[in-house]
């Protein structure tokens, strides 16, 4: 069975909360409250509401500071305020709106106006509350396929750099094997992997070959050059 969703009606004129009452209890729990300190007193001490329908002229706190005082709290911020008012000025509805209201209803009360603003903004606060947790559980599973992406990447890096270090010993054991073989062939080889160097570093900056030969490349002719003389080591 669908739970029936909980409407705080917070109003100081007893007429007009047997009206709400009537217009709401055959499809919502309704919550009755006399005026702001009982109704701020009911959601403090636990009490649940979905939506609160919110008479602004009360004595004492009026709906105003009511509404301020909900909005300001992490425990009921969410929860829509649709003003109940008898003021018709466009600043009274711009005020209530500043403060963070959904809506306004307005006096003499008219029931099925009430049942039906009552039924929108329930459901809007359904549909937000499910787009948040939504956005909730994207958060969530981007963030873990940065994680994966980010732990990829740093294996992908790392074996490159292993890669990178064989190869360089692989090159400077043909070096020290060729100098072993013949003094002149390892200095030979040597001398060939600075002149490798300093031509690709002169032809850095030429129109031909800007794009193609950055430090990287640089770096990697200057270790690969040694295997030009690869097979005198074994003659």
Not at 48 to 59: Q, S, T, Y
Not at 61 to 83: A, H, M, N, Q, W
Not at 198 to 223: G, M, N, S, T, Y
Request: glycine share 4%; proline share 4%; net charge negative.
């Amino acid at each position: 069975m669908k739970q029936r969703a909980h409407v705080l009606v917070v109003d100081d004129q007893a007429d007009n909360l047997l009206i709400l009452e009537d217009a709401l209890s055959a499809f919502y729990e309704v919550h009755p409250a006399v005026n702001g300190r009982e109704a701020l007193r009911y959601l403090n001490g636990g009490g649940r509401a979905d939506l609160i329908l919110l008479d602004v002229m009360m004595p004492e706190i009026d709906g105003y500071e009511v509404c301020r005082r909900l909005k300001s709290s992490e425990s009921t911020r969410t929860i829509p305020v649709l003003f109940l008012t008898g003021l018709d000025r466009p600043e009274d509805e711009e005020r209530g709106l500043e403060l963070g209201a959904e809506d306004f209803i307005h006096k003499p009360i008219s029931p099925p106006v009430v049942r039906a603003r009552v039924r929108t903004h329930l459901a809007l606060s359904r549909a937000t509350r499910a787009l948040e947790r939504r956005n909730a559980d994207l958060e969530l599973l981007v963030a873990e396929r940065t994680a994966e992406i980010s732990e990829q990447a740093r294996r992908l890096v790392s074996s490159k750099q292993e890669v990178i270090a064989a190869q360089a010993a692989t090159i400077t054991a043909f070096c020290a094997l060729a100098e072993a073989r013949d003094n002149e062939t390892g200095n030979h080889i040597r001398r060939t992997q600075h002149y490798v160097r300093i031509l690709a570093e002169a032809l850095q900056d030429h129109p031909r070959f800007r794009d193609e030969l950055d430090d990287e490349v640089i770096q990697l002719l200057f270790k690969s050059a040694p295997l030009h003389d690869v097979g005198k080591v074994a003659t």
